[in-house]
C-alpha cells in the first residue's frame, strides 16, 4: 500500500524538500500541497490523503484550527502530523488537543520523518514522548484545574491501566507484550479498550488525556 501524504506549509522551500524526501520512498507518495491551512479540508476531500505534515503556524488559518476542522467534518480523516520549529512551541499542544496525532521538529532528519510518517498511519506507537511529557508538564496542571479530571480510569482495568502507562513511555505493541508477557494481539485489544473508553481517536490523544487528568504525573 502507498501511503499518501498531503504538505501543508506556507514555505514553498520547505514544501519541496519534504516532497524530495518522502516521494523518494517506494511506498510513500505525495498526493498535494497547500500554502495555508484554510486549504486543508478541500485538498484532502479531493485527494484523499492518510497522513497530513501541517505547519503550525501560518499566516491566515493555522494548524490548530486547520486540524480541528478536519476532525470535526470529516467522517474518516487523515492522520495528522503537526510541524514546528521548537518542541516547547504551546501551538505544538494545542494542535495535539485539536487531534493531530505527533509532531515533528523541522530540523528532524529526514529518516525519522519517514518512520514518522509511517508509525503514525499503522498507530503503532507515540511519536516524541519525552517531548510530549514536558508538554503535558506544562499545560496539565492548568486543564485539571478546569475540571477536566474526572475519574474516567476507574473504568479501565489493571492491565488497561498497565498498556496506557506504557503507551505514554512510547511503547509499540510488541515492546508492551514483551513487557507484559501477553502476545502482541492481547495488547491491541487492550489499547482498543482503551481508546473506546476514554473516547481517544488515536494513542497520542488517550495520553494526553492521561496526563491532563492526572492519571499519569509527568516525571
Known amino acids: 500500500m502507498t501511503i499518501r501524504v498531503l504538505l501543508v506549509d506556507d514555505e514553498r522551500l520547505i ?11 517506494p511506498d510513500l507518495a505525495v498526493v ?14 479531493r485527494l484523499r490523503p492518510d ?14 484550527q486547520a486540524t480541528r476542522r478536519l476532525l470535526e467534518t470529516m467522517a474518516e480523516p487523515p492522520r495528522v502530523l503537526v510541524v514546528t520549529t521548537f518542541e516547547n512551541d504551546e501551538y505544538v499542544y494545542d494542535a495535539l488537543k485539536a487531534g493531530a496525532s505527533g509532531f515533528l521538529l523541522k530540523r528532524t532528519r529526514p529518516e525519522e520523518i519517514l518512520q514518522a510518517i509511517r508509525m503514525v498511519v499503522h498507530g503503532d506507537s507515540l511519536l516524541f514522548p519525552a517531548a510530549i511529557r514536558a508538554l503535558a508538564a506544562e499545560h496539565g496542571p492548568a486543564a485539571r484545574a478546569a475540571g477536566r479530571g474526572a475519574r474516567w480510569h476507574d473504568r479501565l482495568t489493571e492491565r488497561e491501566a498497565d498498556v496506557l502507562r506504557l503507551m505514554a513511555k512510547g511503547r509499540s505493541n510488541a515492546e508492551i507484550a514483551a513487557e507484559l508477557f501477553v502476545s502482541p494481539q492481547t ?16 494513542r497520542t490523544q488517550a495520553v494526553i488525556l492521561a496526563y491532563e487528568t492526572g492519571f499519569i504525573v509527568p516525571g
Open 15 to 25: 514544501r519541496a524538500g519534504l516532497a524530495a524526501i518522502i516521494d523518494a520512498e
Open 32 to 45: 498535494g500541497e497547500a500554502g495555508d491551512g484554510a486549504e486543508v479540508p478541500g485538498q484532502v476531500s
Open 51 to 64: 497522513v497530513v505534515l501541517m505547519d503550525v503556524r501560518m499566516p491566515r488559518l493555522d494548524g490548530i
Open 187 to 202: 495488547v491491541k485489544t487492550h489499547v482498543g479498550n482503551v481508546l473506546a473508553k476514554l473516547q481517544a481517536r488515536d
